[in-house]
């Protein structure tokens, strides 16, 4: 529970739903990889990753659930909401496309978890904090997995260099959503419940810049920021993965599983 | 996920018969393995110890067995597709982390398992090209679909159940590398099959359309899973070579019996009726009597015609096709630090992790 009975505790839910559904959906995507991977050792990286990720969702939903006071669980959230009340950023639901487009997510996303859960376990709230101190451990290890593979498909072959640059280049407009400045963000910022999400960029653009360079590889630009996830406003593809990741949980209304 | 009854107990007939002729040549051949190295395995063999990698062995043993481990490795790793089919759809976020961490310990044991096979002086890479153009073959099982949730849970329970049961005696095979690997394997099976009956468990318990969806898997599942432990003994002719040579302990037959004999009363636990009228509990015996195996649909299955082997192969050969230029790029990567270390090490990029997360901190 939030330890500050000041701190409006919906708003710590949407928090919580936020990082939850972050992290549900690009386990989600990750795990479509399973069995499809370009070697048995990126099986299990991938698999690992997604299992990492379901976790922090589950911790993160169960709390947002909690918080909010209606009753539901990890799995009502999962299952039984639509796809415009999901809260994930536009990022974290794009389409794996080839193994580069999907190391360039992981190496956008997994740096900014990492920043984020550094800054977060000074949270005043305990379960974030706790959360954080746990997680950012898991996702250190997410980003090293991204960076030795954007340093071997930048630096490797002619082929490899030219899909991972197509790579950062698709995603990096999905970017500046992860550091927009979102309404419950920042009014938690305030009470030191959750982080200011600016805050983060300066160190993720650096650690970003410095990987791209070594891996010989241009620093994306341009002007187009598509965002919205956080108001529940997605991309076409999403209602195909919430469809998947639900028919079977609501056909079946109020069975357990 | 299994080791299929024994060494070649399926598919391989001809291989194997070929392996046991040239053993016989091999040992009449002049220029040979001289006679003490061949005395040598055998007292090994005798003793119950175990052959490692740099131990003199026949070749027809070690063909044998790379072939063996080959099949299961190509087994784990084709038992990811069936399992892999539900992981998106699966019903609670618990059932989705269980199901995950099941199907990475698949891809887990393939590797372990590749590994044991490169002590024999084979490659990977050869390997998976052999399962890819089906000179190797993987555990029939898997040719069938998984339709519904419930198959997931038939799956653990049934199939990992029976991989248990095959593979628990291989843990005191005679290749030390094949037995080492088989008693973490096994410690991790016994995980997967607990989890299918505990999932059959809460379907067999749950609204009548979740039994029904549960007694749907039971009856598709069990006489496959019968079939996992091979042809009867009476048709398994090398099977006794195997079982000289101590890589396998106990007739198909055997296991199978066993196999009966440990879930009748597992599905009478969960509620479910097995689909067989002749199963039965025979006290003189102290067995259950069960029916007759339709072995015509097993060859079919391992001639090509299941409803999946296609589909299966096509998939495997597909992410492997698509990961070839990820590939090609980290031999490439690494031909390069090379290069540089060679040229000067100063400057050297290496794989150090520590080194690397210097450039990410800059």
């Given at each position: 529970m939030s330890t500050s009975s000041l701190v409006d505790n919906s708003l710590v839910a949407q928090y919580a739903l936020q990082l939850g559904d972050d992290a549900l959906i690009l386990s989600q995507r990750l795990s479509e990889w399973c069995a499809h991977s370009p070697e048995l050792e990126e099986d299990v990286a991938l698999a690992n990753l997604a299992l990492d990720l379901l976790g922090q969702a589950r911790t993160l939903l169960t709390y947002a659930g909690t918080l909010e006071?209606?009753?539901?669980?990890e799995d009502d959230l999962a299952f039984l909401?639509?796809?415009?009340?999901f809260r994930n950023v536009l990022l974290v639901e794009q389409?794996?496309?080839?193994f580069a487009v999907t190391i360039a997510r992981q190496l956008y996303f997994a740096t900014y978890q990492y920043e984020l859960y550094t800054a977060l376990r000074?949270?005043?709230?305990a379960e974030f904090a706790g959360l954080a101190a746990k997680a950012v451990k898991e996702v250190a290890y997410h980003r090293d997995h991204a960076v030795q593979w954007t340093l071997r498909l930048g630096d490797g072959t002619e082929e490899s260099h030219r899909r991972m640059q197509e790579g950062l280049d698709l995603l990096?407009?999905?970017?500046a959503e992860l550091f927009a400045a979102d309404s419950v963000a920042l009014a938690l910022a305030e009470t030191g419940v959750?982080?200011?999400?600016?805050?983060?960029r300066p160190a993720w653009e650096a650690s970003i810049a410095a990987v791209i360079e070594a891996a010989t590889l241009t620093m994306p630009g341009g002007s187009w920021q598509p965002r919205g996830g956080r108001a529940g406003?997605?991309?076409?593809g999403f209602g195909l993965l919430v469809g998947e990741m639900q028919a079977l949980h609501r056909q079946f209304p109020g069975a357990a599983w | 996920m299994t080791a299929e009854g024994?060494?070649?107990?399926?598919?391989a007939a001809g291989v194997a018969g070929a392996a046991g002729a040239e053993a016989a040549a091999g040992a009449a051949r002049?220029?040979?393995?001289p006679r003490e190295l061949q005395a040598r395995f055998e007292e090994l063999i005798a003793a119950d110890e175990r052959v490692e990698p740099r131990d003199w062995m026949p070749e027809a043993y070690r063909k044998t067995l790379v072939r063996q481990i080959a099949q299961h490795a190509h087994s784990e790793i084709i038992g990811m597709q069936p399992e892999g089919n539900w992981i998106t759809r699966a019903p609670s976020l618990r059932r989705k982390a269980i199901l995950l961490a099941k199907v990475q310990d698949e891809a887990g044991h393939g590797l372990y398992l590749y590994a044991a096979a490169e002590t024999?002086?084979?490659?990977r890479a050869d390997l998976l090209d052999a399962l890819h153009t089906g000179r190797q073959k993987y555990s029939?099982?898997?040719?069938?679909?998984?339709?519904?949730?419930?198959d997931i849970g038939a799956i653990g329970w049934l199939v990992d159940g029976a991989a248990i049961i095959n593979q628990i005696p291989l843990q005191r095979c005679s290749y030390g590398p094949y037995a080492r690997a088989m008693v973490r394997i096994c410690k991790e099976e016994s995980f997967h099959q607990r989890q299918g009956f505990e999932l059959l468990h809460d379907l067999a318990h749950g609204t009548p359309e979740q039994h029904a969806m549960a007694q749907d898997a039971l009856d598709r599942w069990w006489w496959p899973s019968l079939m996992m432990?091979?042809?009867p003994d009476a048709e398994s002719a090398h099977s006794a070579q195997s079982m000289a040579w101590r890589?396998?302990?106990?007739s198909n037959d055997d296991l199978r019996q066993r196999f009966v004999d440990i879930s009748a009363p597992q599905a009478e636990a969960l509620g479910l009726t097995i689909?067989?009228?002749?199963?039965?509990?025979?006290e003189e015996r102290g067995h259950y009597d069960f029916g007759e195996i339709d072995w015509s649909e097993f060859q079919e299955v391992l001639a090509?015609?299941?409803?999946?082997n296609r589909q299966r192969v096509a998939q495997r050969v597909r992410a492997h096709e698509d990961g070839e230029w990820v590939r090609q790029a980290a031999l490439a990567y690494a031909a390069k630090q090379e290069a540089k270390l060679a040229a000067k090490p100063a400057a050297n990029l290496s794989e150090n992790p520590s080194e690397t997360k210097e450039v990410v901190a800059a």
């Amino acid at each position: 529970m939030s330890t500050s009975s000041l701190v409006d505790n919906s708003l710590v839910a949407q928090y919580a739903l936020q990082l939850g559904d972050d992290a549900l959906i690009l386990s989600q995507r990750l795990s479509e990889w399973c069995a499809h991977s370009p070697e048995l050792e990126e099986d299990v990286a991938l698999a690992n990753l997604a299992l990492d990720l379901l976790g922090q969702a589950r911790t993160l939903l169960t709390y947002a659930g909690t918080l909010e006071g209606r009753g539901r669980s990890e799995d009502d959230l999962a299952f039984l909401r639509t796809e415009r009340e999901f809260r994930n950023v536009l990022l974290v639901e794009q389409p794996n496309g080839d193994f580069a487009v999907t190391i360039a997510r992981q190496l956008y996303f997994a740096t900014y978890q990492y920043e984020l859960y550094t800054a977060l376990r000074e949270s005043t709230d305990a379960e974030f904090a706790g959360l954080a101190a746990k997680a950012v451990k898991e996702v250190a290890y997410h980003r090293d997995h991204a960076v030795q593979w954007t340093l071997r498909l930048g630096d490797g072959t002619e082929e490899s260099h030219r899909r991972m640059q197509e790579g950062l280049d698709l995603l990096w407009p999905y970017t500046a959503e992860l550091f927009a400045a979102d309404s419950v963000a920042l009014a938690l910022a305030e009470t030191g419940v959750a982080v200011d999400p600016r805050t983060l960029r300066p160190a993720w653009e650096a650690s970003i810049a410095a990987v791209i360079e070594a891996a010989t590889l241009t620093m994306p630009g341009g002007s187009w920021q598509p965002r919205g996830g956080r108001a529940g406003e997605h991309t076409e593809g999403f209602g195909l993965l919430v469809g998947e990741m639900q028919a079977l949980h609501r056909q079946f209304p109020g069975a357990a599983w | 996920m299994t080791a299929e009854g024994s060494a070649g107990t399926e598919g391989a007939a001809g291989v194997a018969g070929a392996a046991g002729a040239e053993a016989a040549a091999g040992a009449a051949r002049p220029g040979a393995a001289p006679r003490e190295l061949q005395a040598r395995f055998e007292e090994l063999i005798a003793a119950d110890e175990r052959v490692e990698p740099r131990d003199w062995m026949p070749e027809a043993y070690r063909k044998t067995l790379v072939r063996q481990i080959a099949q299961h490795a190509h087994s784990e790793i084709i038992g990811m597709q069936p399992e892999g089919n539900w992981i998106t759809r699966a019903p609670s976020l618990r059932r989705k982390a269980i199901l995950l961490a099941k199907v990475q310990d698949e891809a887990g044991h393939g590797l372990y398992l590749y590994a044991a096979a490169e002590t024999l002086g084979v490659d990977r890479a050869d390997l998976l090209d052999a399962l890819h153009t089906g000179r190797q073959k993987y555990s029939s099982i898997f040719n069938y679909p998984t339709l519904t949730w419930a198959d997931i849970g038939a799956i653990g329970w049934l199939v990992d159940g029976a991989a248990i049961i095959n593979q628990i005696p291989l843990q005191r095979c005679s290749y030390g590398p094949y037995a080492r690997a088989m008693v973490r394997i096994c410690k991790e099976e016994s995980f997967h099959q607990r989890q299918g009956f505990e999932l059959l468990h809460d379907l067999a318990h749950g609204t009548p359309e979740q039994h029904a969806m549960a007694q749907d898997a039971l009856d598709r599942w069990w006489w496959p899973s019968l079939m996992m432990f091979g042809p009867p003994d009476a048709e398994s002719a090398h099977s006794a070579q195997s079982m000289a040579w101590r890589i396998k302990r106990h007739s198909n037959d055997d296991l199978r019996q066993r196999f009966v004999d440990i879930s009748a009363p597992q599905a009478e636990a969960l509620g479910l009726t097995i689909p067989d009228p002749d199963l039965r509990w025979n006290e003189e015996r102290g067995h259950y009597d069960f029916g007759e195996i339709d072995w015509s649909e097993f060859q079919e299955v391992l001639a090509g015609n299941g409803p999946c082997n296609r589909q299966r192969v096509a998939q495997r050969v597909r992410a492997h096709e698509d990961g070839e230029w990820v590939r090609q790029a980290a031999l490439a990567y690494a031909a390069k630090q090379e290069a540089k270390l060679a040229a000067k090490p100063a400057a050297n990029l290496s794989e150090n992790p520590s080194e690397t997360k210097e450039v990410v901190a800059a």
